[in-house]
């Protein structure tokens, strides 16, 4: 499968926000002939104060349900219109895409839904990147299939695209948008693209998914908080996950699954650097920085601790089984279990306990009996993610040492068996000077 040639690339919108950066896209498709399928995201911002097209739209079909005058509708939707006329007109294309243009409108005034309109913009920005490239076009509401019940048809897309790919050699797939069984469009969430270009990876038996955004790939740590983090070269789908559940995005979360599936390696490039080499994300690596050690730090705040206290809770079988029984029966998941001889701790997101914070814990008090139960917003957790360590000594050693030194408390510990992580808790307002001190304490500039 994945031993072709081909490469999937998919860019995002602030990659085709405008004419001069559909130039930039153009010369990155050419200068490799195997990137051959191009999935495409909607115009993003082209200045930090500009709005994303997918938000005009979501904007558009508020207006129409909420009856705003024909005239504010239409004055609204020229906006969205010159987005598009310009970079045709720029580009130099002769593209007459008014009657496309007409025929959205009314669609969105008469029947059709809120993700059929968010659909539009990358299904537009899909058509002018064809036409530019002179390459195929394949409507995604033509080989992406979505269920009755809302969630990825797996079977029925690959089935469909593998053989459309198949006939096309090279072609344009607008990203973020499929196809119910009931004919209407459906999107997936928020950034979806990502998505749409890890199927197109995977029906195409690609070689490599190269995911074409605004940052030289993964940074070790968040830019926000760290002055110019390093990017990270390599890093493994479990390594990823980690991190970007702990708050680091760059790509789409379920964006790995279709690809990590058929072992498809995904590249993270900067458009508007195309020699960065970028971050590549890989089953597994053998290799690992013994510089840095660590592959990256991230972390989140907003979470809360249940401290439990019961005498002899180590001697009484079943507490724990107990105390997961309340939180199932609640429906609470949780992040974090430390727990000492008679203590235990439950940590867990400060919005998902306020969600349930009254009967939760007089469940607990009634079922689990404590002699003392206490609660503590306001936590914050830090993931330290690599590889390498476990094989380098002495990092947990160095993480708490950074800590101490910047007169950070550290209120929770949590190492996964795997060595891939270590978990610390600390106050909120330790947050930033945390991250910053065990980022600096790994990488030395
Ligand atoms: N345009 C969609 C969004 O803004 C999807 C994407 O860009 O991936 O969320």
Redesign the pocket.
Known sequence: MANSKVKVVKF??SSLADAEHFRQVAQIIRSDPNRRYIVA??PGKRFPADT?V?DMLYRLYEMIRSRETSQTIEEYYRQIKQRYLTIIEELGLSFDIGGELDYILNAMCAVSGRDYAASR??YLNSLILAKYLGYRFIDAENVIYFKENGTFDESKTYEALSEELRIHERAVIP??YGVMPNGTIKTFS?????VTGSIVARAAGACLYENWTDVSGFMMADPRIVKNPCAIRTITYRELRELSYMGATVLHEDAIFPVRGAGIPVNIRNTNEPDAPGTMIVAEAEDFDANTIITGVAGKKGFSVINIEKDMMNAEVGFTRRLLDILEDNDVSFEHLPSGIDTMSVILSTQVLNEHREKLLSSIERRARPDSMSVEDGLALIAVVGRGMVKAKGTAARVFDALSRRGINIRMIDQGSSELNIIVGIEEHDFEAAVESIYHEFVKD
């Open positions: 995002g919108g995201s909607a994303k997918t913009g990358e990203g973020f928020r950034g979806g693209s990502d």
